[in-house]
């Protein structure tokens, strides 16, 4: 499928996340920060564009959500604070442009100037929601 994807039409992968909800405390977590980095890199040789759902919690906003961390999947919240998730993404945007290599927990790139990047991530399985947030410590 991988061959067949890559020589036929370029993949894009549009509204994915850690989860489905814009009320879940997981958005507001470094968890969510480095799930999106794992599958990024994951994937970045198979697809042409991979976009995580929402970039401000404006689109969550509910009549209890007076609270600046409410949940939502946004990178921003809805006053501007920036999440984990958006400093993976500015972690993502300082590589370089050449991939020498990439791992379960890495990535390795360069630039034009011999320049080198190293990004290093470690992504744990969550373990099962009891609904308390000791649940994440």
Not at 72 to 83: A, V
Not at 116 to 131: D, N, P, R
Request: aromatic share 16%; hydrophobic share 40%.
């Amino acid at each position: 499928m991988v061959e067949f994807t890559r020589r036929s039409f370029p993949l894009y992968v549009t509204e994915w996340d850690v989860t489905l909800s814009c009320r879940n405390f997981l958005n507001e977590s470094c968890y969510r920060a480095v799930y999106l980095l794992k599958n990024l890199v994951a994937c970045m040789e198979n697809v042409e564009l991979m976009s995580c759902s929402g970039s401000l919690d404006m689109q969550c906003e509910y009549f209890d959500s007076a609270l600046p961390l409410n949940g939502g999947f946004g990178l921003l919240t809805k006053n501007g604070i920036k999440k984990p998730a958006f400093y993976a993404f500015t972690f993502l945007n300082r590589m370089g442009k050449y991939l020498l290599a990439k791992g379960e927990h890495y990535l390795v790139t360069a630039d034009s100037y011999s320049g080198y990047a190293i990004l290093l991530f470690h992504c744990c399985q969550q373990k099962k929601q009891t609904g308390s947030w000791l649940d994440f410590i």
